[in-house]
């Protein structure tokens, strides 16, 4: 790929080259590609013959200050190589032997890079070389930003839920154009908060949109049905690396991912047995077990970075920004929206983690990475039951809102300042400021939660607030009461940006539509 300018905002004639690429392969896309290992992983898939082949491009994520993990996908047994180098000319570099690429993980394959300077840009080079050592891939390059030491700038994005609501790759738009928008504003970190695919979402190749609009879906076999054995799930993470779009923003942009529920099934919680008929595997920890395994193989996370080898870890980024990535969707109790008892959504040993990693920071700003929101209330189905946080009644805390409470207590309690709680979720954007003068549970103190997305998928809400921890709504962006489920092409896709200065610690956040403009800002100053 490639160099992208030094400065933040790259111009959009640089990205127009992607887009007519897409719009090329996008007959491509749809046929071939599906024919071939590029939307697969099961061994009797592997090519045999010629060079080996990086099917999905590169990525990192788990980012530190002399580290950070980089993955990739061959198309046949061989062994990861990756050249590092301080400079894109790759003049001077050092050549780090990855982990063999099997069959065993549909072919995928990551390692940590260690030794990497502080706070600077790092150069990677990947290739795939064959096991007898005769030929190597084409290589793909890549670009990180380690995290920096003292006072830095920084600059990150968040989001989540992508080719859900039967949107999915569309040629005529640009692939998934939202990436394409975070590309442009050149963020040193991407969170994403979940729903990283729709394992129950399968696509149609083409949706007629109210307007009359033909909404043009690429589509492979692994998006054709739901998502039940492992080769399936690895489909649906592979199905989204086939957009342009996406694979270059992987390509400069770390990330720290986490889990929702789609990328099992909707709602889901431990322990649950479906009642849907589309499924014939009903029990959802074996689903889950599949998904779990395909998350981390298609993903830079670092198990030995979690703090039970699973997806809740914490990362420091410099003096001002550390972040602290949630599971809350592994320790789940049932989703029956009881209010009369304890619930949990993070579990104990979780959200003693949360308190303890978070009272420890010295970072100016403790970002939280949350997968849910806090008090928005969000059904499951017609029968009172409730997904996320919210009971949805309102009072005194109950449920799995008796978790949070006990967290957001603690917090205060250890006089924890400048906590912002990050999430995605609900499919629309949103500002939420919690107070305790506007709430029933009142032993915490304020604090903003920003909500942004979907990232490519169905626009929905705007939700109801439930006023245990005092949500007020200070800026919403979705979609109106007749147009819900907005495909892409409506306007309703969303990321955040949050910038932090680097002298004053002031906290920047703007959520943008997916063109990138800003449509609401707002500057924090730090306590």
């Known amino acids: 790929m490639t160099d992208l300018p030094s400065h933040r905002e790259v111009p959009a004639a640089g990205l127009a080259v992607a887009r007519r690429r897409l719009l090329k392969a996008g007959a491509v896309g749809a046929g071939a590609l599906a024919a071939t290992t590029l939307a697969g992983g099961t061994a009797a898939g592997f090519s045999r013959s010629g060079r080996p082949v990086l099917t999905h491009g590169v990525q990192s994520g788990d980012v530190e200050r002399h580290s950070a993990m980089v993955w990739t996908r061959a198309d046949r047994p061989s062994r990861m190589l990756v050249e590092v180098s301080a400079d894109p000319s790759f003049l001077r570099s050092r050549v780090v ?65 992508v080719a859900g609501q039967g949107w999915g790759i569309n040629a005529d738009i640009g692939g998934m154009p939202a990436y394409t928008a975070m590309a442009r504003r050149r963020p040193d970190l991407f969170l994403h908060c979940g729903d990283t695919v729709y394992a129950d979402g399968p696509l149609e190749e083409s949706v007629t949109l109210p307007d009359g609009r033909v909404y043009r879906n690429v589509v492979t076999e692994a998006k054709s049905k739901v998502a039940e054995t ?19 923003f992987n390509a400069v942009t770390p990330s720290y991912v986490q889990w929702d529920d789609h990328e099992v099934v909707n709602n889901w919680y431990p322990g649950e047995i479906l009642d849907l008929p589309e499924y ?15 998350f981390h193989e298609w993903h830079p996370i670092d198990p030995k970075a979690a703090e039970d080898g699973r997806v809740y870890r914490n990362f420091a ?19 029956d929206g009881d209010a009369h008892r304890d619930g949990s959504v993070l579990g104990e040993r979780q959200a003693a983690w949360l308190v303890r990693a978070l009272a420890r920071s010295r970072a100016t700003w403790k970002i939280v990475q949350a997968d ?51 999430t995605a979720d609900v499919h629309y954007t949103a500002a939420h400021h919690y107070s305790p003068e506007r709430a029933s549970f009142t032993d915490f103190a304020p604090f903003w939660e920003f909500v942004s997305g979907p990232l490519h998928a169905g626009a929905f809400g705007p939700g109801d607030l439930d006023g ?7 800026f919403t962006h979705a979609p109106p009461a007749d147009g819900q489920n907005a495909s892409p092409m409506e306007g309703f896709q969303h990321f955040g940006e949050i910038n932090v200065d680097g002298p004053s610690g002031a906290l920047t956040v703007d959520l943008r539509d997916g063109t990138g403009a800003s449509l609401w800002s707002k500057t924090l100053q730090p306590e």
Do not use: C
Not at 381 to 405: F, H, I, K, Q, W
């Open 97 to 161: 032997r990855g982990p063999v690429l099997s069959p065993e993980t549909g072919g995928t394959g990551k390692l940590r890079l260690r030794g990497l300077p502080t706070g600077a840009d790092t150069y990677y080079r990947v290739t795939a070389e064959d096991l007898d050592g005769r030929v190597t891939s084409e290589p793909v390059t890549g670009r990180l930003r380690t995290a920096p030491k003292g006072r830095s700038d920084v600059r990150l994005t968040w989001s989540g839920d």
């Open 468 to 474: 245990t921890f005092g949500p007020k709504a200070v």
């Open 230 to 248: 492992l080769d399936e799930y690895r489909g649906q993470f592979a199905y989204n690396l086939l957009a342009d779009s996406v694979r270059e």
């Open 317 to 335: 980024y410099g003096d001002h920004v550390e972040v602290f990535v949630l599971d809350m969707r592994s320790y789940k109790d049932r989703n």
């Open 280 to 294: 014939t595997e009903k029990r959802v920890d074996v689903l889950a077990r599949r998904a779990f395994r395909a």
């Open 372 to 422: 849910l929101p806090i008090g928005l209330a969000v059904a499951d189905g017609d029968a009172g039951a409730m997904e996320g946080v919210s009971n949805g009644v309102g009072g005194a805390p109950g449920g799995r809102e008796t978790e949070l409470a006990w967290v957001l207590s603690e917090v205060a309690r250890r006089q924890v300042r400048n906590v912002v709680w990050l």
